[in-house]
């Protein structure tokens, strides 16, 4: 598959790049997109939840008051779970929630994910570029250009760059990353995949191991 390189400022180059379909051509499998996605949110969640149970409740243990003749249910102390201000029963407790995806499988689903983006016409390619300093103006004026600024966008830089990660961190539905760290949850949220030119090859050999 043939994709036209503009530059980034939405002038075209003449120039085209093919995208191997090996990585962008396979046939998706859906199953593997679910796990991966599954497995890169759960992996993002913290786990630090707590809430304290009745060993861990500050106040006496002293039975509040005999056992028969109350005419009540017997009760043990004030950090009972039915009591206001008790210890809470079976609550959270930090874990870890991430879980192990075999690399074949993670593979696929990038591949899978680009796939999708490729037979939908998603992915631009533009010309390898920089900021001479970091500028968020510049770096709007660019996804103007390329007609991508009402679309939740996906730029996939060779390698890092202070200048261009930068100047797009602030802007809303606008999220950067290096080839290195293309993943499926950010491939298959994104609307619109700008791959710079460079980017392509990384991901090829990527992928392609």
Do not use: C
């Not at 003449?14 to 796990?35: T, Y």
């Amino acid at each position: 598959m043939d994709v036209s390189v503009t530059k980034y400022g939405g002038e075209a180059t003449g120039r085209k790049v093919n995208l191997s379909a090996e990585v962008f051509g396979i046939e998706p499998n859906d199953h593997a997109i679910w796990l991966d996605v599954k497995s890169h949110l759960a992996n993002m969640r913290q786990g630090t939840h707590k809430s304290k149970q009745r060993a861990e409740i500050t106040g006496s243990s002293k039975k509040i008051k005999k056992q028969k003749g109350t005419g009540g249910a017997r009760a043990g102390n004030i950090k009972n779970p039915l009591f206001k201000g008790g210890g809470r029963v079976f609550g959270p407790a930090p874990r870890d929630y991430a879980f192990k995806l075999n690399k074949k499988v993670k593979d696929l689903a990038r591949k899978s994910a680009l796939t999708y983006k490729a037979k939908d016409n998603s992915i631009a390619i533009i010309e390898d570029f920089n900021f001479e300093a970091p500028k968020t103006k510049q770096f709007i004026s660019m996804l103007k250009s390329l007609g991508v600024d009402a679309q939740k966008t996906l730029l996939v830089i060779p390698q890092s760059n202070f200048n261009i990660s930068s100047s797009g961190r602030n802007i809303q539905n606008t999220k950067i990353i290096t080839a290195n760290e293309i993943n499926t949850y950010d491939v298959i949220n994104a609307e619109k995949l700008i791959l710079v030119e460079s980017s392509v090859e990384k991901i090829n050999g990527l992928l392609n191991k």
